[in-house]
C-alpha cells in the first residue's frame, strides 16, 4: 500500500494563478481531509469529505474549491492564488472518519509571489 | 473556544536521555487525545490515541498519559534516540455534530544530539 500520497511536493505560484493539488489514497478510506500548516499555528482544516460525491468545509475554507468523485482521489484547488496560501497542505484520510486515525500525506509546499 | 497549549514550544535533550512533552487543553464535550509526531518534510504520523477511559498508553518508547480531570496529558520518551528529532503534535478531538472536531496544538520541537 501507497497510504497517502500528494503531488506535486513543491510549487510556486503567481498572485492570481489557479492550480490543483492532488491527493490519492490506497485504503479505501471514505473520509478524506485536506489541511494546512502555517508557523506557530496548528493544523487547519479546509475541507473534508466523508464519501464520494460528498464534500464539506472545514475551518478556512475561502479561496479553495474540493470536489470527490472516486473514492481514492481528493483534488483540492485553488482559484485564484493569493499570498496568504503560502503554506504546506496536507492531505489525510482515515477510515472512520474523525473518530479514528488519520493518515496523512507527505505534505505539498506551496509559495505564492 | 476550543484551544490545546504544548509545552515547552522546543527542547534539546542528549540521546539516551528521556523527556516529558505537555499538552493542556480546554476542549469539550471531550472524545479522545491523539499524539503525533511530524519529522521534517513529512507528514504527522499517529502515536497513540487515548479515549477518556484510558489514562496511560504506550507505543513503543512512547508513553502518554491523559488525565482528563485536569485536562492534561504527557508524552514521555524513554531512552532517546536521534531518530526522536521531531515536532510532536497534541490533537484533542472534540465530540460535534455526528463526528468530530480537531483541535491541534502548535507542536514542540525536539532535537536529540549526540
Known amino acids: 500500500n501507497a497510504g497517502v500520497t500528494q503531488t506535486p511536493k513543491f510549487q510556486v505560484l503567481k498572485t492570481g494563478q489557479s492550480m490543483t493539488l492532488q491527493c490519492a489514497q490506497d485504503m479505501n478510506h471514505e473520509y478524506m481531509s485536506w489541511y494546512r500548516q502555517d508557523p506557530g499555528m496548528g493544523l487547519r482544516l479546509i475541507h473534508y469529505s466523508v464519501g464520494a460525491g460528498i464534500t464539506d468545509q472545514g475551518e478556512v475554507p475561502n479561496g479553495y474549491n474540493v470536489s470527490r468523485s472516486t473514492t481514492e482521489d481528493f483534488p483540492l484547488r485553488l482559484l485564484s492564488a493569493a499570498p496568504s496560501q503560502t503554506s504546506v497542505y496536507f492531505c489525510?484520510?482515515?477510515?472512520?472518519?474523525?473518530?479514528?486515525?488519520?493518515?496523512f500525506g507527505p505534505g505539498t509546499r506551496l509559495t505564492v509571489t | 473556544k476550543n484551544q490545546v497549549e504544548q509545552s515547552p514550544q522546543s527542547l534539546i535533550i542528549l540521546e539516551g536521555k528521556n523527556c516529558t512533552l505537555q499538552?493542556?487543553?480546554?476542549?469539550?464535550?471531550?472524545?479522545?487525545l491523539r499524539w503525533y509526531k511530524q519529522d521534517t518534510g513529512r507528514g504527522p504520523v499517529s502515536l497513540t490515541i487515548m479515549t477518556f477511559s484510558e489514562n496511560t498508553k504506550s507505543n513503543g518508547r512512547y508513553t502518554a498519559t491523559l488525565d482528563a480531570d485536569t485536562k492534561q496529558s504527557s508524552l514521555h520518551i524513554t531512552a532517546s534516540q536521534l531518530s526522536d528529532s521531531a515536532s510532536y503534535i497534541c490533537v484533542v478531538s472534540a465530540q460535534e455534530g455526528g463526528g468530530n472536531k480537531l483541535t491541534f496544538g502548535t507542536g514542540t520541537q525536539l532535537k536529540v544530539e549526540l
Open positions: 489525510a484520510s482515515s477510515y472512520s472518519g474523525t473518530f479514528g486515525e488519520q493518515y
Open positions: 499538552c493542556n487543553y480546554t476542549v469539550s464535550p471531550f472524545s479522545n
